[in-house]
C-alpha cells in the first residue's frame, strides 16, 4: 500500500514502535524511513549511536530505543524530514510530537494551528510548545506540537489556521532575504543557492549548463526538486521569462518505482 500511496499504514508503523515500557520512559526518536535509499546521515549524527550503523547505505535506519534520549538532532539533519521525536510523558492526558518544518514563517510557541496526519488531513488542533529554528546549525527547523496522548502516532505535520495564516506576514518570493545563499537547492548533490547564484550571475541561464558545472539534477531524483527552483532563480536573477527557460535534458525513472509493479503488482507472485 505504501509504495502506491506514500502514505505509512498503521502495519509499517506498528512495526517499529518501541516498547510499551520505553514508550513510557520519555521523548523518543520515531523514524517514518520506509524506503530503500541511499541516505544515511542520521546514523552518523546521533551522539549516543541510536540509530545504529548500516552495512549497505540502502538500507531502512534501526533505532536503539534504550538509548536514545529524544535530543533532536538527528530529526534536523534528515534530508527526507523523516524523523520526529514523540513524547508521551508530556502531562496525563497529551503528549508531544517534534516535527521537522521547512515553511516560512514558522509559527511561534503558543499558537494554536491545525494538526494533520500522514495523509495531510487536519485531525484536530494543536498547541505550538516549542520552536526551534536551528539557524545556527543551520538544519531544519523543529515544532513542537501538544497533542491528545492517543493522536501521537498520527500527527505528522501541521500548518497554521486560516484566519491565523491571513494575518501572518507573508513570505515575498520575488525578496532574495527569505532565500539565504545556504539553502540547499538540490538535496541529492548537496548544491545550495549561493552556488547557483554565482553560475546565474557569470551568464549561465539555462537548466543543463547550470547542471552540468554544478550538478544540481543529476542525483537519484533526476532534478524533480531542484529544476523547478533553478528556473525561478534564473527567472528572478535575469528577468527571462519561464516560457523561454529551456527545461534541460532529463532521464527516466521521473518517478523511482519498483520493478514488480511492472510485472503485475505486489499481489503477482511471477
Ligand atoms: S533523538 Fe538524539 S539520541 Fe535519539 S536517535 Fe536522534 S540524535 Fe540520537
Ligand atoms: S537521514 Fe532521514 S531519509 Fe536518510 S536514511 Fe536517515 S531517516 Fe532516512
Redesign the pocket.
Known sequence: MYIKTGVADQELVVNTLPSDERRKKG???FIECYQEIPCDP?TK???????LPMDDINDLPR?DYD?????????AICPGLA?F?IDETYSETEGTVTIPYEFAPLPAKGDIVEAMNRAGEVIGEAEVLRVNPNKRRQSTALVTLIVPKDKVMEVRFLRPKKDEADRLPKADPNSEENLPDSTVICRCENVTLGEIRALIDEGYDNVDEIKRISRAGMGPCQGRTCRPLIMGEINRRTGKAYDDIELGFFRPPTKPIQFEQFLGGEEDDN
Open positions: 521523548p523518543y526518536v542520521c549524527i546521533c551522539p549516543f549511536g541510536s540509530i533505532t538509548t536514545c534520549t529524544g535530543c533532536t538532532i538527528c530529526a524523523i521525536i
